[in-house]
């Protein structure tokens, strides 16, 4: 199972970002999906998550109505639209799913939001 994250960067409060996690090594459209964040000296949080087909989503209370997670089970890959960002949500996006009972992780994509 391997993820390759992009889409970080550095962007100013107000802005928006779609990070990308490219998924290979399993069957995609088999597993749901999460994304989860790290900022400096904080646990890691989920941040959203979506079921195989993506019909269900789920989010973190905080985040609802500025963060929309989506996948394309055709490209193997899942995504996370971020607007409205603010400077607490700066922090390392990793994407992550269950198979097997084995948690697999991203390398994670560095988002910073600043002025």
């Known amino acids: 199972v391997q993820f390759v994250e992009s889409g970080g960067g550095l962007v100013q409060p107000g802005g928006s970002l779609r990070l990308s996690c490219a998924a290979s090594g399993f069957t995609f459209s088999n597993y749901a999906m999460s994304w989860y964040r790290q900022a400096p000296g904080k646990v890691r949080e989920q941040v959203a998550g979506?079921?195989?087909?993506?019909?269900?989503?789920n989010y973190a209370d905080s985040l609802k109505g500025r963060f929309t997670i989506s996948r394309d089970n055709a490209k193997n890959t899942v995504y996370l639209q971020m607007n409205s960002l603010k400077p607490e949500d700066t922090a390392v996006y990793y994407c992550?799913?269950?198979?097997?009972?084995?948690?697999?992780w991203g390398h994670g994509t560095q988002v910073t939001v600043s002025s």
């Open positions: 992550h799913t269950m198979v097997d009972f084995f948690g697999f």
């Open positions: 979506i079921t195989h087909f993506g019909v269900s989503t």
